[in-house]
């Protein structure tokens, strides 16, 4: 934890509480799932309590813990949540990752639970997922180092996994990205069910996926959906005024 400056930590802090409500309040995160962020010396990481509320998450239900899933600050009171061992043995073996969302998406997760189709990308930001959403096998919680090192290694380079019968994981460079990520991971799916109620969907070619992604603009697109959700969520009061100068994009720039 050498050389973390208290207030990066704490901005850091309320960047995840703030994700999390904010993910909640739109309907993707629900009374379980979390998302964690890694620290600025690549070697901790932030994850919330077990039984905090996703609706009002606060900082001080945040735990920073090393990729060994040890304890190094947070309530003595309370413990982290289960499968802490998703967020830790991705960022063990992915450096370009430092924000993951664990969740348990109704719709992605009919996909790990039905033969013969697979989740494909079908909407432009589905590029994201162009080189495949591997299906992980096994339907336990992913709650031991063991579990979470073969989870990482079915996701691979992929920046996403669903987890048989269960959920989802997904992976990005930042918590605005993380957010954004997750809001297009659920639309696409749900592209896909819709889809195939019509008649017989017609994914994103990988050339279609490879043109949008030469283009697109992720970090300018990762602001402005930060943005906007951050806007609903302080107009609903899900993020208290006083965090709004921490998470504004124009402070991160
Ligand atoms: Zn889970």
Known sequence: MDGLSNSR?????????????LLNHEGVLGYSGHVSQRLPDGETLLIQAFDASRNDLAPDDLYIIDLDGNVLDGNPNARPVNELEIHTEIMRVRPDINAVLHWHPEIATLFTMVEGVELVPMKNHAYRWSSGIPVHPESWHIDTQERGR???????????VLLRAHGAVIGSESIPALMVDAVHFDENARALYDASRLGTPKPLSKLESDEFAANFKRTNHSVKLWRYYLSRGLEAAVIPDEWAELLSPDERA
């Open 150 to 160: 073969a989870m990482a290694e079915t996701m691979g380079e992929h920046n996403a």
């Open 9 to 21: 930590v704490e901005t850091a802090k309320v960047e995840v509480a703030a994700c999390t409500r």
